[in-house]
Nanobody, 125 residues
Framework: VQLVESGGGSVQAGGSLTLSCTASGYSVSSACMGWFRQAPGKEREGIVSLNRAGVSTYRTDSVKGRFAISRDNANNTVYLQINGLKPEDTAMYYC????????????????????WGQGTQVTVS
């Protein structure tokens, strides 16, 4: 199983980015997928999860409304659309996949995830 993120970069505050996570050896349509981020000097934190049924759950209200997860089954890719970027959004962004179709109430716990991508850097100035 391999997850490859892309789409990060350096943007000005207020801008938008779409991050992609393409899977191989794994079907993004069949299980819970998630996006996490880790800012310098901080712990990795969950942003949003998406279960097999297409239900998304956001970790905090601070990202809900600016972040949106979506899935393209044909391309086996999960996306994270980020609008209204703020300097505090600067972080390495990671895609993760579980080995089951449900995400669960504590999906944001890192130990729940079976597979991780290498991350894509987002820098907001």
């Amino acid at each position: 199983v391999q997850l490859v993120e892309s789409g990060g970069g350096s943007v000005q505050a207020g801008g938008s980015l779409t991050l992609s996570c393409t899977a191989s050896g794994y079907s993004v349509s069949s299980a819970c997928m998630g996006w996490f981020r880790q800012a310098p000097g901080k712990e990795r934190e969950g942003i949003v999860s998406l279960n097999r049924a297409g239900v998304s759950t956001y970790r905090t209200d601070s990202v809900k409304g600016r972040f949106a997860i979506s899935r393209d089954n044909a391309n086996n890719t999960v996306y994270l659309q980020i609008n209204g970027l703020k300097p505090e959004d600067t972080a390495m962004y990671y895609c993760a996949a579980r080995d089951r179709e449900t995400c669960g109430a504590t999906w944001y716990a890192l130990s729940r995830w079976a597979y991780w991508g290498q991350g894509t850097q987002v820098t907001v100035s």
